[in-house]
C-alpha cells in the first residue's frame, strides 16, 4: 500500500515566501519529527518557502532524506491586490472553482498544480512519502478526494496538520491524523461566545447523515441564545419534560477553542436511562475521530460527574460500537448484564467508580 503524508507547514512569522516558523514554530517542527519517529519514509518533498522547508528540516535530518523542493507546492495566491474582504472572496472560490481574482489564481489552477505533483509521487517506487505544502493548497487536494471538504474545513486546519493519504487498488482514502496533545483538551459549559465554532460542530454532523450523540446536539441551533438558554434551563431541573431529570451539558474544546466534541450528564437516572442511555452520553464530531480524544472526553466526564455528586456512573454503548466499548474500558467501566431493546440490538452497560 502507498502512503502519502501531507503537511501543513508549521507556525509561522508571516505570509511572504521568506517568513521562517515562530520558536514555537520551530518546536513544531521538531514534534513533527518526532511524531513520525516509527513511521517509514522514502522521500521528503516541500514547497520551497522557507517555513514549509524549515517544518521539515528535523525529520529530513534525522532520516537523512534530502528535501525536494517543488514550486508547483507553493501557496495558492487569491490575488495580488490588497483585498479588504478576502476572507469572503475566499469562501467564494471553494464555491466556484473557477472564480479568479486580479492577479490570482482560481480554485482550478491552483487544484491542477498539487495534482501534478500527486501523479509523478503516485507513479514512483516509493511506498512512503511527506508532501509539505500550505492550507489553501492542502484543502484543495483533499477536496479533490472529498468533495465535501471545502471552506469550513479548511478554516479548521492547525499549523501544523497532518492527513495520510492511502492508496491501494486505484482507490484514495484519507484520515486526519492527531497532531496535538490530548493534554490539551478541556470540558466548558455551553457559551453564545462560541456561536460561529458550534454551528460549524453541528453542520459537520449534520452533513455526514450520522446519528448526532449526545442528544443535546440534535438540537437546532439557528436560535442561537435559546438553545444555550435551554440548556442551562436543563441543568437547573427548569421547564424539563414529564419523566427527564435535569441533565448538564459540555463542549470539549481544544488550546484554539475548536469544538471537538460534546457530552451530557444526567444527574440521576431514569428507568430509561438505567437500560439504555446512562449517566454519560458523548461523542466526538466526525472530522475528529480515531485521534484517542472520546477516551479524554469520557475521562474528564467522569470528573464532571463527580462534581455533580454522582458516585457510580453508568455508561452504555451498542455492542457493534467497539471503539465505545475500548474508550468505557479504558476508563474504568465494568461490564453489567446487557440490554436487548425491541429490535434486537444489544445495549452494553457499565459502571464506573469515581
Known amino acids: 500500500m502507498k502512503k502519502i503524508y501531507l503537511i501543513r507547514h ?6 511572504p515566501a521568506e517568513a521562517p516558523l515562530t520558536d514555537n514554530g520551530f518546536q513544531q517542527a521538531n514534534q513533527l519529527s518526532e511524531f513520525f519517529r516509527d513511521i517509514p519514509i522514502d522521500r521528503i518533498i516541500s514547497s520551497p518557502y522557507k517555513r514549509a522547508v524549515q517544518t521539515v528540516e528535523p525529520l529530513a535530518k534525522r532520516m537523512n532524506l534530502e528535501i525536494e523542493k517543488n514550486e508547483l507546492l507553493t501557496e495558492r495566491v487569491l490575488s495580488s491586490q490588497n483585498l479588504a474582504d478576502w476572507l469572503v472572496k475566499l469562501r467564494a472560490t471553494f464555491d466556484d472553482f473557477e472564480l479568479k481574482f486580479e492577479g490570482g489564481e482560481s480554485s482550478s489552477e491552483a487544484k491542477k498544480r498539487i495534482i501534478t505533483v500527486m501523479e509523478e509521487v503516485l507513479k514512483s517506487e516509493k511506498l512512503n512519502t511527506v508532501i509539505v505544502t500550505h492550507g489553501n493548497l492542502l484543502s484543495l487536494l483533499l477536496n479533490h478526494y472529498q468533495h465535501q471538504f471545502g471552506f469550513e474545513d479548511w478554516r479548521s486546519l492547525k499549523n501544523p496538520d497532518v492527513f495520510l493519504l492511502k ?5 484514495v482514502t484519507y484520515e486526519r491524523l492527531l497532531m496535538e496533545s490530548s493534554d490539551h483538551l478541556s470540558l466548558i459549559k455551553p457559551t453564545i461566545e462560541l456561536k460561529d465554532e458550534y454551528l460549524s460542530f453541528y453542520k459537520e454532523w449534520v ?16 436560535d442561537f441564545e435559546e438553545m444555550v438558554q435551554f440548556l442551562k434551563d436543563n441543568e437547573q431541573g427548569h421547564n424539563l419534560r414529564e419523566g427527564w431529570v435535569p441533565d448538564s451539558t459540555f463542549w470539549l474544546i481544544n488550546q484554539d477553542k475548536r469544538i471537538v466534541g460534546a457530552v451530557n450528564i444526567r444527574h440521576q437516572l431514569t428507568p430509561f436511562l438505567l437500560n439504555r442511555g446512562g449517566h454519560i452520553g458523548y461523542g466526538i464530531r466526525p472530522s475528529e475521530r480515531r485521534k484517542g480524544f472520546a477516551t479524554k472526553l469520557l475521562s474528564l466526564s ?3 460527574a463527580k462534581e455533580l455528586g454522582i458516585r457510580k456512573a453508568l455508561v452504555v454503548c451498542d455492542e457493534d460500537n467497539t471503539g465505545s466499548f475500548k474508550t468505557i474500558i479504558n476508563n474504568g467501566g465494568i461490564p453489567d448484564s446487557d440490554f436487548i431493546e425491541e429490535d434486537g440490538n444489544i445495549v452494553k452497560r457499565f459502571w464506573i467508580e469515581l
Open 10 to 15: 508549521c507556525e509561522a512569522e508571516g505570509q
Open 207 to 222: 452533513d455526514s447523515k450520522e446519528d448526532m450523540v449526545p442528544w443535546v446536539i440534535q438540537k437546532d441551533p439557528s
Open 167 to 171: 492508496i491501494q487498488d486505484g482507490t
Open 302 to 304: 467522569i470528573e464532571k
